[in-house]
């Protein structure tokens, strides 16, 4: 047995058949849901892998997933692992021009989407030449586009014609999973990950807050020797590598997986309550503000008492907001943590992180910061990039340049050099100073979005903020503030805003610039979106 994710769940389905896997949820109290014990989601993927074989999709070729969050999500991740096809990720929320680069870009063999989206696809698909294997989940919406999509599968009839049982061919640590970035500062890049090396990075090798297993049968050996209790719940979409990961991580422990469609504030904590939730993912401020909101408001009262936790990842929960959760459920343990596409798992901030220290990493082992060009690590103070060695993707699907500036071999061991900006002090803590493509160069200075975010956040009346650069004739760039309010707040003024920001900041990371906005654009994982911000900010009278 080698570390294939796809071998380890079946080892874990062997040692506890009958626990409880997964449970969707569509709307809470409604009875709309679905429950599946391990046994139960084998044999639903078998099905899926079986129909892909039987339908001529090969080992090694790429399936998208164009979905919602839903068991068929993670029903079709499984079926790819098992049949040695690989899974690729699709952003639901791109366009007929985004799909057909990333259909193409990704040598797309097969593709697996919601009924909804059957217009984008039909529009995508005459430009991804390898896509020749469609399935659907859920009834057709459209018939216009009949014609080009006559040969489309439904899912239910897929599952229904596959074999239940494995009978699969050997695997190998050595097969791919390919996570494709969101492309907020880009276009996206597929992250070719080996499941050996992606089970070490992303999945914490089998206990992320303890020690690795030595063996892939010990995977195994530790679920059939503990119990159930923990509950994970992932609210972001599984369409976001971190999701997907959260749900692995829950699958080698023989836990279970909690979901939802979508995210829906309210909805989320009914589920917290009535599933006896003990760990929830989410995506920064965009998340769990609005969670703040219901339960100061008509979700008052609500049961969180079984939670144990709450993450972040990709994005940073401030900490005025972490604050105001605390008051609320003041038993849970909150976590920003660092990490990416690129890397999986990196560390998590200290319990002192925050805009007067900085965002304060305690990494692992395998995470420096080194310069970026002699890949040596910096001096304690210098700034330089965040790197990873050891297990570390391949590269980047269909682009040997951007591997080639990403990745590289020191000695015997590779490495991926991260795009976050940091530094390191005495202790070995890194303190993350940005990504790097958002930095702003005022006057010959650098200024991080995320920094002044952070700050900005702070304000009493500041609901949501992103913060770009904009060109200035003197300084080069600016420092500009795009704003959403409070509900029912006072309209602020630029010199308020610098007020508050200025017993904080710096003078040369003061906003010389305030837009207020109705809303903040983000991904559906609450990661900013700065072309967004930029061109707010560009296109607002100064």
Known sequence: MEYNLADLFESVVD??????????????????????????????????????????????????????????????????????????????????????????????????????????????????????????????????????????????????????????????????????????????KGVMWRQEDLFFAGLGGGAPTGDPVAKPEEVAERVAAGGAGITFFPTPPLMHGTSTLTAFIAFNFGQRVVLHRKFAPEEVLRTIENEKVTSVSLVGDA??????????????????????????????????????????????????NFGSSESGFNG??????????????????????????????????EPGRVAQRGHV????????????????????????????????????????????????????????PEEVEQALKSHPDVYDALVAGVPDPKWGNHVAAVVQLREGAPLPSLDDIQTHCRARLAGYKIPRRLVITDFIQRSPSGKADYRWARSVAADATP
């Open 15 to 188: 040692a506890v058949p009958d626990r409880e896997a997964l449970v969707y949820i569509d709307h809470p109290g409604t009875g709309a849901e679905r429950r599946l014990t391990y046994a139960q989601l084998d044999a639903a993927a078998n099905r899926v892998a079986h129909h892909l074989i039987d339908s001529g999709i090969r080992p090694g070729e790429h399936l998208g997933l164009h979905l919602y969050n839903g068991i068929e999500y993670l029903q079709t991740v499984l079926a790819c692992l098992k049949a040695r096809i690989v899974p690729v990720n699709v952003n639901y929320r791109y366009v007929e021009e985004e799909l057909a680069y990333l259909y193409q870009d990704a040598d797309l063999s097969a593709l697996v989407f919601d009924a909804e989206f059957t217009d984008r696809v039909a529009a995508a698909r005459p430009r991804a030449p390898r896509l020749r294997h469609l399935v659907r989940v859920g009834a057709a919406t459209s018939a216009a586009v009949a014609p080009v999509m006559a040969d489309v599968v439904e899912f239910a009839e897929a599952e229904a014609a596959g074999s239940p049982g494995r009978g699969f061919p050997s695997r190998s640590a050595d097969d791919q999973f390919i996570i494709y970035t969101g492309g907020t500062t880009g276009m996206p």
């Open 287 to 336: 998340m769990l503000r609005p969670l703040i909101d219901a339960l100061n408001g008509p979700l008052k009262g609500t049961d969180c008492s079984a939670l144990f936790s709450v993450s972040s990842s990709g994005a940073i929960m401030s900490d005025t907001v972490r604050e105001q959760f605390q008051a609320l459920v003041p038993n849970v343990m909150l976590l920003n």
């Open 348 to 381: 998590t901030a200290t319990a002192d992180s925050g805009p007067e220290r900085g965002f304060r990493i305690r990494v692992n082992a395998r995470t420096q910061v080194v310069d970026p060009v002699t890949h040596e690590p910096v001096a304690v103070g």
């Open 393 to 448: 993707p391949l590269g980047y699907y269909n682009d040997p340049k951007k591997t080639a500036e990403t990745f590289f071999r020191k000695g015997d061991e590779r490495w991926v050099l991260l795009g976050d900006m940091a530094t390191v002090d005495e202790e070995g803590i890194v303190i993350v100073l940005g990504r790097g493509s958002q930095c702003i160069n005022t006057g010959g200075e650098k200024v991080y």
